[in-house]
Protein backbone atom coordinates (compact mmCIF):
# COMPACT_ATOMS: atom_id res chain seq x y z
CA UNK A 1 0.00 0.00 0.00
CA UNK A 2 1.34 3.30 -0.67
CA UNK A 3 3.11 5.30 2.19
CA UNK A 4 0.42 8.13 1.75
CA UNK A 5 -1.50 5.51 4.06
CA UNK A 6 0.68 4.65 6.78
CA UNK A 7 0.50 5.96 10.50
CA UNK A 8 2.76 8.59 11.84
CA UNK A 9 3.35 10.82 14.27
CA UNK A 10 3.23 14.69 14.88
CA UNK A 11 4.39 14.76 18.52
CA UNK A 12 2.00 12.53 19.98
CA UNK A 13 -0.53 12.55 17.86
CA UNK A 14 -1.02 9.47 16.04
CA UNK A 15 -2.52 9.78 12.17
CA UNK A 16 -3.98 7.07 10.01
CA UNK A 17 -2.93 8.50 7.22
CA UNK A 18 -0.72 11.71 5.66
CA UNK A 19 -3.73 13.74 4.20
CA UNK A 20 -4.99 16.66 6.13
CA UNK A 21 -7.37 18.66 5.40
CA UNK A 22 -6.39 22.35 5.46
CA UNK A 23 -8.17 25.33 7.11
CA UNK A 24 -10.80 26.88 5.28
CA UNK A 25 -13.42 29.24 6.10
CA UNK A 26 -16.97 27.61 6.21
CA UNK A 27 -19.52 30.36 6.73
CA UNK A 28 -21.12 28.17 9.08
CA UNK A 29 -20.64 28.85 12.32
CA UNK A 30 -23.40 31.45 14.00
CA UNK A 31 -23.25 35.45 14.10
CA UNK A 32 -21.31 35.22 17.53
CA UNK A 33 -18.83 32.29 16.18
CA UNK A 34 -20.15 29.24 17.76
CA UNK A 35 -20.32 25.91 15.79
CA UNK A 36 -23.41 25.04 14.24
CA UNK A 37 -24.77 21.72 13.69
CA UNK A 38 -24.35 22.03 10.13
CA UNK A 39 -20.61 22.94 10.80
CA UNK A 40 -20.00 19.56 13.35
CA UNK A 41 -21.51 17.67 10.56
CA UNK A 42 -18.91 19.11 8.12
CA UNK A 43 -16.25 17.93 10.22
CA UNK A 44 -17.76 14.52 11.03
CA UNK A 45 -18.11 13.83 7.59
CA UNK A 46 -14.70 14.72 6.92
CA UNK A 47 -13.53 12.40 9.52
CA UNK A 48 -16.54 9.43 7.78
CA UNK A 49 -14.47 10.03 3.97
CA UNK A 50 -10.73 8.86 5.65
CA UNK A 51 -8.85 12.41 6.35
CA UNK A 52 -6.06 11.78 8.72
CA UNK A 53 -6.34 15.14 10.38
CA UNK A 54 -8.56 17.81 10.19
CA UNK A 55 -7.80 21.75 10.75
CA UNK A 56 -10.66 23.41 11.59
CA UNK A 57 -11.50 26.85 10.04
CA UNK A 58 -9.82 29.82 10.90
CA UNK A 59 -11.13 30.84 14.42
CA UNK A 60 -10.54 33.85 15.71
CA UNK A 61 -8.56 34.56 18.95
CA UNK A 62 -10.28 37.93 19.56
CA UNK A 63 -13.29 39.80 18.64
CA UNK A 64 -11.48 42.03 16.70
CA UNK A 65 -9.63 39.31 14.60
CA UNK A 66 -12.79 38.51 13.02
CA UNK A 67 -11.88 37.94 9.23
CA UNK A 68 -15.59 36.65 7.39
CA UNK A 69 -18.95 36.32 8.23
CA UNK A 70 -20.47 33.17 10.06
CA UNK A 71 -16.71 32.35 10.96
CA UNK A 72 -15.68 30.05 13.42
CA UNK A 73 -14.71 31.88 17.11
CA UNK A 74 -12.65 31.04 20.22
CA UNK A 75 -12.10 33.85 21.78
CA UNK A 76 -14.82 33.10 25.12
CA UNK A 77 -15.31 30.51 27.08
CA UNK A 78 -19.18 30.44 25.87
CA UNK A 79 -17.80 29.06 22.85
CA UNK A 80 -16.52 25.38 23.77
CA UNK A 81 -19.64 23.82 24.66
CA UNK A 82 -19.94 23.66 21.05
CA UNK A 83 -16.81 22.89 19.88
CA UNK A 84 -16.36 19.67 22.68
CA UNK A 85 -19.44 18.81 20.44
CA UNK A 86 -17.15 19.08 17.12
CA UNK A 87 -14.53 16.95 18.63
CA UNK A 88 -16.75 14.59 19.79
CA UNK A 89 -18.68 14.16 16.25
CA UNK A 90 -14.96 13.77 14.56
CA UNK A 91 -13.53 11.52 17.09
CA UNK A 92 -16.30 9.47 17.17
CA UNK A 93 -15.83 8.34 13.31
CA UNK A 94 -11.97 8.11 13.84
CA UNK A 95 -10.52 11.36 13.10
CA UNK A 96 -8.45 13.76 14.67
CA UNK A 97 -8.67 17.52 14.58
CA UNK A 98 -6.72 20.53 15.44
CA UNK A 99 -8.31 24.13 15.70
CA UNK A 100 -6.33 26.88 13.83
CA UNK A 101 -5.74 30.05 15.48
CA UNK A 102 -6.01 33.08 13.71
CA UNK A 103 -6.70 36.93 13.87
CA UNK A 104 -7.37 38.84 10.40
CA UNK A 105 -5.01 41.80 11.86
CA UNK A 106 -5.72 44.67 8.85
CA UNK A 107 -8.29 42.80 7.03
CA UNK A 108 -10.87 42.41 9.90
CA UNK A 109 -14.12 42.87 9.10
CA UNK A 110 -14.63 46.59 10.89
CA UNK A 111 -18.67 45.81 10.30
CA UNK A 112 -18.48 42.59 12.43
CA UNK A 113 -16.37 43.62 14.71
CA UNK A 114 -17.51 47.44 14.99
CA UNK A 115 -13.94 47.93 16.30
CA UNK A 116 -11.02 49.50 14.43
CA UNK A 117 -8.49 47.11 12.61
CA UNK A 118 -4.99 46.56 13.93
CA UNK A 119 -1.91 47.65 11.61
CA UNK A 120 1.23 46.06 12.00
CA UNK A 121 2.49 49.21 11.56
CA UNK A 122 1.98 52.43 9.76
CA UNK A 123 1.46 51.33 5.90
CA UNK A 124 1.33 53.57 2.21
CA UNK A 125 -1.78 52.07 1.24
CA UNK A 126 -3.57 50.37 4.10
CA UNK A 127 -7.64 49.53 3.66
CA UNK A 128 -10.14 52.25 4.38
CA UNK A 129 -11.49 52.92 6.91
CA UNK A 130 -10.88 52.51 10.97
CA UNK A 131 -7.57 51.01 11.00
CA UNK A 132 -4.78 51.39 14.05
CA UNK A 133 -1.10 49.99 14.24
CA UNK A 134 -0.80 47.96 17.28
CA UNK A 135 1.35 48.83 20.06
CA UNK A 136 3.45 47.26 22.23
CA UNK A 137 0.98 46.89 25.15
CA UNK A 138 -1.34 45.60 22.47
CA UNK A 139 1.06 42.95 21.34
CA UNK A 140 0.92 41.81 25.25
CA UNK A 141 -2.65 41.51 25.00
CA UNK A 142 -2.55 39.67 21.79
CA UNK A 143 -0.19 36.90 22.96
CA UNK A 144 -2.25 36.55 25.83
CA UNK A 145 -6.01 35.78 23.44
CA UNK A 146 -3.76 33.20 21.68
CA UNK A 147 -2.95 31.71 25.04
CA UNK A 148 -6.00 31.96 26.14
CA UNK A 149 -7.82 30.45 22.59
CA UNK A 150 -5.03 27.26 23.13
CA UNK A 151 -6.62 26.68 26.78
CA UNK A 152 -10.38 26.56 25.21
CA UNK A 153 -8.91 24.50 22.44
CA UNK A 154 -7.29 22.20 24.81
CA UNK A 155 -10.52 21.84 27.52
CA UNK A 156 -12.76 20.98 24.27
CA UNK A 157 -10.40 18.49 23.34
CA UNK A 158 -9.04 19.00 20.65
CA UNK A 159 -6.25 16.87 19.64
CA UNK A 160 -3.30 20.20 18.76
CA UNK A 161 -3.66 23.43 17.57
CA UNK A 162 -2.70 25.63 14.62
CA UNK A 163 -1.19 29.24 14.59
CA UNK A 164 -2.18 30.84 11.27
CA UNK A 165 0.55 32.87 9.92
CA UNK A 166 0.12 32.69 6.32
CA UNK A 167 -2.09 34.78 3.55
CA UNK A 168 -1.62 38.10 5.06
CA UNK A 169 -3.32 37.90 7.90
CA UNK A 170 -2.20 39.64 11.65
CA UNK A 171 0.93 37.60 12.09
CA UNK A 172 1.57 36.87 8.22
CA UNK A 173 2.02 40.65 8.73
CA UNK A 174 4.39 40.49 11.29
CA UNK A 175 6.23 38.33 8.86
CA UNK A 176 5.78 40.59 5.76
CA UNK A 177 8.66 43.43 5.21
CA UNK A 178 5.42 44.68 2.50
CA UNK A 179 3.57 45.16 6.28
CA UNK A 180 5.83 45.42 9.17
CA UNK A 181 7.92 48.62 9.16
CA UNK A 182 8.29 48.90 12.50
CA UNK A 183 11.47 50.40 14.40
CA UNK A 184 11.17 48.57 17.22
CA UNK A 185 12.33 44.57 18.50
CA UNK A 186 9.34 43.69 16.04
CA UNK A 187 10.57 44.85 12.96
CA UNK A 188 13.30 45.23 10.78
CA UNK A 189 15.38 41.73 10.83
CA UNK A 190 13.71 38.40 10.21
CA UNK A 191 14.28 37.58 14.26
CA UNK A 192 12.55 40.71 14.77
CA UNK A 193 9.80 40.06 12.54
CA UNK A 194 9.23 36.38 13.80
CA UNK A 195 9.54 37.48 17.69
CA UNK A 196 6.05 37.47 18.17
CA UNK A 197 5.66 34.42 17.04
CA UNK A 198 8.40 32.83 19.56
CA UNK A 199 6.03 34.68 22.23
CA UNK A 200 2.63 33.68 21.07
CA UNK A 201 4.49 29.80 20.99
CA UNK A 202 5.57 30.06 24.69
CA UNK A 203 2.29 31.25 25.94
CA UNK A 204 0.75 28.58 24.16
CA UNK A 205 3.32 25.79 25.51
CA UNK A 206 3.31 27.17 28.95
CA UNK A 207 -0.56 25.85 29.01
CA UNK A 208 -0.48 23.01 26.75
CA UNK A 209 2.20 21.06 28.08
CA UNK A 210 5.03 19.66 26.13
CA UNK A 211 2.86 17.04 24.72
CA UNK A 212 0.34 18.95 22.74
CA UNK A 213 0.75 19.33 19.16
CA UNK A 214 1.44 22.95 18.05
CA UNK A 215 1.88 23.68 14.78
CA UNK A 216 2.06 26.50 12.34
CA UNK A 217 1.08 27.50 9.15
CA UNK A 218 2.89 29.89 7.21
CA UNK A 219 4.01 31.79 3.44
CA UNK A 220 7.31 30.25 1.96
CA UNK A 221 6.59 33.31 -0.13
CA UNK A 222 4.29 36.30 -0.05
CA UNK A 223 4.69 37.00 -4.32
CA UNK A 224 3.96 40.26 -3.61
CA UNK A 225 6.33 43.29 -4.19
CA UNK A 226 8.37 43.46 -1.08
CA UNK A 227 6.78 40.48 0.49
CA UNK A 228 8.44 37.75 2.45
CA UNK A 229 10.76 35.58 0.05
CA UNK A 230 12.11 32.14 0.34
CA UNK A 231 15.42 32.99 2.47
CA UNK A 232 13.57 34.84 5.35
CA UNK A 233 10.47 32.19 5.09
CA UNK A 234 13.24 29.40 5.77
CA UNK A 235 15.00 31.82 8.57
CA UNK A 236 11.48 32.39 10.29
CA UNK A 237 10.72 28.22 9.67
CA UNK A 238 14.30 27.68 11.38
CA UNK A 239 13.52 29.74 14.50
CA UNK A 240 10.44 28.25 14.64
CA UNK A 241 11.53 24.57 14.68
CA UNK A 242 14.10 25.35 17.01
CA UNK A 243 11.76 26.62 19.80
CA UNK A 244 9.42 23.71 19.55
CA UNK A 245 6.78 23.76 16.97
CA UNK A 246 5.70 19.95 15.94
CA UNK A 247 5.04 20.72 12.70
CA UNK A 248 5.15 23.25 9.68
CA UNK A 249 2.35 23.74 6.94
CA UNK A 250 3.90 25.30 4.06
CA UNK A 251 1.86 27.59 1.67
CA UNK A 252 1.60 31.21 0.21
CA UNK A 253 0.26 34.41 -1.18
CA UNK A 254 -1.84 37.04 -0.16
CA UNK A 255 -5.13 36.69 -0.07
CA UNK A 256 -6.57 39.80 -0.63
CA UNK A 257 -4.41 40.80 -3.64
CA UNK A 258 -5.34 38.14 -5.65
CA UNK A 259 -2.19 36.21 -5.49
CA UNK A 260 -3.36 33.92 -3.00
CA UNK A 261 -0.93 31.44 -5.57
CA UNK A 262 0.72 31.54 -8.69
CA UNK A 263 -1.97 29.14 -10.52
CA UNK A 264 -4.90 28.73 -8.16
CA UNK A 265 -7.94 28.81 -10.72
CA UNK A 266 -7.73 25.88 -13.21
CA UNK A 267 -5.83 23.30 -11.98
CA UNK A 268 -6.11 21.06 -15.26
CA UNK A 269 -3.09 19.37 -15.25
CA UNK A 270 -0.59 17.75 -12.95
CA UNK A 271 2.31 20.31 -13.80
CA UNK A 272 0.01 22.87 -12.59
CA UNK A 273 -0.74 20.76 -9.29
CA UNK A 274 1.34 20.99 -5.89
CA UNK A 275 2.33 24.61 -6.77
CA UNK A 276 5.01 25.18 -4.03
CA UNK A 277 6.48 21.83 -3.96
CA UNK A 278 9.90 23.77 -4.92
CA UNK A 279 9.70 25.57 -1.82
CA UNK A 280 8.98 23.05 0.24
CA UNK A 281 11.73 20.65 -0.96
CA UNK A 282 13.96 23.53 0.23
CA UNK A 283 12.30 23.70 3.62
CA UNK A 284 12.37 20.24 4.02
CA UNK A 285 16.59 20.18 3.44
CA UNK A 286 16.93 22.31 6.61
CA UNK A 287 13.82 21.75 8.68
CA UNK A 288 14.25 18.88 10.67
CA UNK A 289 10.48 18.87 11.86
CA UNK A 290 7.04 17.33 9.88
CA UNK A 291 6.09 19.14 6.77
CA UNK A 292 2.94 19.63 5.26
CA UNK A 293 2.62 20.85 2.11
CA UNK A 294 -0.60 22.56 0.83
CA UNK A 295 -1.58 24.40 -2.27
CA UNK A 296 -3.21 22.81 -5.58
CA UNK A 297 -2.89 19.02 -4.96
CA UNK A 298 -5.43 17.20 -7.16
CA UNK A 299 -4.34 14.03 -8.15
CA UNK A 300 -2.96 10.87 -6.38
CA UNK A 301 -0.17 9.88 -8.13
CA UNK A 302 1.18 13.72 -7.29
CA UNK A 303 0.53 13.05 -3.96
CA UNK A 304 2.28 10.00 -4.12
CA UNK A 305 5.73 11.36 -5.27
CA UNK A 306 5.76 13.96 -2.85
CA UNK A 307 5.66 11.38 -0.46
CA UNK A 308 7.89 8.92 -1.64
CA UNK A 309 10.62 11.56 -2.74
CA UNK A 310 10.31 13.24 0.48
CA UNK A 311 9.85 16.42 -0.65
CA UNK A 312 7.06 17.17 2.46
CA UNK A 313 5.35 14.47 5.05
CA UNK A 314 1.98 15.05 4.91
CA UNK A 315 -0.25 16.48 1.81
CA UNK A 316 -2.85 19.12 2.82
CA UNK A 317 -6.15 19.76 0.73
CA UNK A 318 -9.31 22.02 1.23
CA UNK A 319 -11.17 23.04 -2.25
CA UNK A 320 -11.06 19.40 -3.33
CA UNK A 321 -12.62 17.92 -0.08
CA UNK A 322 -15.24 20.63 -0.37
CA UNK A 323 -16.74 18.53 -3.41
CA UNK A 324 -15.50 15.46 -2.09
CA UNK A 325 -15.16 14.77 1.72
CA UNK A 326 -14.79 11.01 1.00
CA UNK A 327 -11.98 11.86 -1.42
CA UNK A 328 -9.39 9.93 0.81
CA UNK A 329 -11.41 6.68 1.36
CA UNK A 330 -11.76 6.80 -2.49
CA UNK A 331 -8.71 6.44 -3.21
CA UNK A 332 -7.44 4.26 0.05
CA UNK A 333 -9.95 1.81 -2.16
CA UNK A 334 -8.22 1.89 -5.18
CA UNK A 335 -10.47 4.44 -7.34
CA UNK A 336 -7.25 6.95 -8.22
CA UNK A 337 -8.90 9.02 -10.47
CA UNK A 338 -7.82 12.83 -9.46
CA UNK A 339 -10.43 14.93 -7.07
CA UNK A 340 -13.71 16.14 -9.03
CA UNK A 341 -12.59 19.59 -7.86
CA UNK A 342 -12.96 22.22 -11.07
CA UNK A 343 -10.49 25.02 -9.47
CA UNK A 344 -13.32 27.39 -10.22
CA UNK A 345 -13.84 29.26 -6.49
CA UNK A 346 -17.06 29.18 -6.66
CA UNK A 347 -17.42 27.23 -3.76
CA UNK A 348 -17.13 30.26 -1.52
CA UNK A 349 -19.93 32.79 -3.09
CA UNK A 350 -22.70 31.07 -1.02
CA UNK A 351 -20.84 31.02 1.75
CA UNK A 352 -20.98 35.28 1.38
CA UNK A 353 -24.77 34.72 1.03
CA UNK A 354 -25.34 33.10 4.08
CA UNK A 355 -25.72 29.62 2.60
CA UNK A 356 -22.00 28.03 3.98
CA UNK A 357 -19.69 26.72 0.96
CA UNK A 358 -20.20 23.98 -0.85
CA UNK A 359 -19.82 23.05 -4.43
CA UNK A 360 -21.81 24.88 -6.29
CA UNK A 361 -20.45 23.20 -9.74
CA UNK A 362 -21.58 19.76 -8.28
CA UNK A 363 -24.97 20.80 -7.12
CA UNK A 364 -25.55 22.14 -11.10
CA UNK A 365 -24.44 18.86 -12.45
CA UNK A 366 -26.69 17.50 -10.48
CA UNK A 367 -29.33 19.60 -11.75
CA UNK A 368 -29.16 19.35 -15.27
CA UNK A 369 -28.88 15.08 -15.19
CA UNK A 370 -32.24 14.19 -16.68
CA UNK A 371 -34.83 12.36 -14.39
CA UNK A 372 -35.38 9.16 -14.89
CA UNK A 373 -38.85 7.63 -16.05
CA UNK A 374 -40.85 6.36 -14.24
CA UNK A 375 -41.63 2.88 -15.85
CA UNK A 376 -45.39 1.90 -15.99
CA UNK A 377 -44.48 -1.26 -14.59
CA UNK A 378 -43.19 0.51 -10.89
Not at 51 to 62: A, D, F, N, R
Not at 249 to 265: A, D, F, M, Q, Y
Not at 269 to 277: H, L, N, Q, S
Amino acid sequence: MSSLFEESFINRMALQNRFVRSATWEGLATVEGKASPELIERMASLAKGGVGLIVTSHSYVSQEGQGTPWQLGIYDDKLIPELQEMVSAVHENGGKIVTQLAHAGLYAEKELTGRAALAVSDNADPPAGNIKTITSGEIRHLVSSYSLAAERAFKAGFDGIEIHSGHGYLLSQFLSPAYNKRQDEYGGSIENRARIHLHIYQAIRDVVGPDYPVLIKMNCADCIENGLTIDDSLQAAGLFADAGFDAIEVSGGIIRTGKLSPSRPGITTEDREAYFKEYAGRFKKDIKIPLILVGGLRSFEVADRIITEGIADYISMSRPLIREPDLINRWKKGDRRKAECKSDNLCFNPGFEGKGVYCVTRENEKNKRPHPQTSQFS
